[in-house]
């Protein structure tokens, strides 16, 4: 088994060749069966993550940590939905998958968290910048222990196998290429499921939905969006701008909850950090929890009108109606 190596003192990241995978990503035909849909859909975010591998090693840009962790949950989104078809290997990697995904989820969190506090802290009075930077010097200190833990994780046999793993999901059986998709399958039949799970949730929700039912709404749209997305490549050319008006929607929507989370996320971080800090930071700390709360009412007022957008999309491809 390969994972990444050292050349001149640069991390190279895994070879895909090395995996098994083939030099030209795989292709499916709108008329493949599901199944190929979904090895497809792996070979190419198999790809994307072990291309941002090496740039998430070294820290260098956190965009490459956020771009891997992206490529591991539309893995692990399209083996929820559509997992059955691989059969107990793609169970077993969707397991391995949320392991990857809490090693990395930890670095990008404070990634989130240190990057907007900096935009926040640059907009102050520059007597009060000083200050700001010793708060959020704090989360980069929290960082730098979380990063040493990710690094470990990389670097174990865990990792290794579960990238061979994946490679292996990638692979189309002769069967599969003869097969004919299933009566009461395809892009709109796998679209329903996620759907009326994220509809079923808004319903449930209260007057003043409590933070975290908003942070698990933000999660059911995600993967609506992800299902979205390997339906469009599904289906036919004359239906796929319906998809994409559904995907455009979804992801307008996490964008919000998403600033929503964020808000929330860093309120409580320096409301933790409260206690290490002087009156100068205090102070501060202060203000940029003044700020969050702000930024999240304007994510709670602006979420329903998202949210109507979404019923419509999805309506517009059948996806809100009973088979």
Request: glycine content about 6%; hydrophobic content about 40%; cysteine-free.
């Amino acid at each position: 088994m390969t994972t990444s190596s050292r050349r001149n003192g640069r991390v190279q990241p895994t070879d895909p060749a090395a995996l098994g995978l083939a030099v030209v990503p795989k292709k499916a035909a709108p008329g493949a069966p599901a199944a190929t849909h979904v090895r497809v859909k792996l070979d190419h975010e198999l790809r994307k993550l072990v291309a941002r591998e090496a740039g998430t090693r070294t820290g260098t840009d956190p965009e490459d940590l956020h771009q891997m962790r992206v490529a591991v949950r539309r893995m692990r989104s399209v083996l929820k939905s559509s997992g059955p078809l691989l059969g107990p290997d793609g169970e077993q990697v969707h397991r391995e998958l949320g392991w990857l995904g809490q090693s990395l989820g930890e670095v990008r969190d404070y990634d989130v968290l240190i990057g907007h506090l900096r935009e926040v802290v640059r907009t102050f009075e520059v007597r009060d910048q000083s200050a700001g930077r010793r708060l959020v010097s704090v989360f980069a200190a929290e960082r730098g222990i979380a990063r040493r833990r990710l690094t470990r994780a990389l670097s174990d046999a865990r990792y290794t196998t579960l990238l061979h793993e994946i490679a292996q999901l990638t692979h189309v059986p002769e069967h599969e290429n003869t097969a004919v998709p299933a009566a009461g399958t395809g892009p709109v039949a796998d679209l329903r499921k996620p759907y009326r799970k994220l509809a079923k949730a808004v319903r449930a929700l209260p007057a003043d939905p409590p933070d975290d039912d908003l942070h698990a709404l933000r999660i059911r749209g995600k993967k609506l969006r992800y299902t979205a997305e390997l339906a469009r490549s599904t289906a036919k050319k004359k239906d796929a701008a319906k998809f994409t008006e559904l995907i455009k929607a979804t992801r307008k929507f996490q964008t919000v909850l998403g600033d929503h989370q964020d808000a929330v996320v860093a309120a409580e971080k320096v409301r933790a950090a409260l206690g290490k800090a002087d009156a100068e930071v205090g102070f501060v700390a202060g203000r940029i929890a003044e700020h969050e709360l702000a930024k999240r009412a304007e994510a709670r007022a602006a979420w329903p009108q998202l949210w109507e957008r979404i019923q419509k999309a999805a309506d517009a491809v059948g996806a809100s109606t009973k088979p």
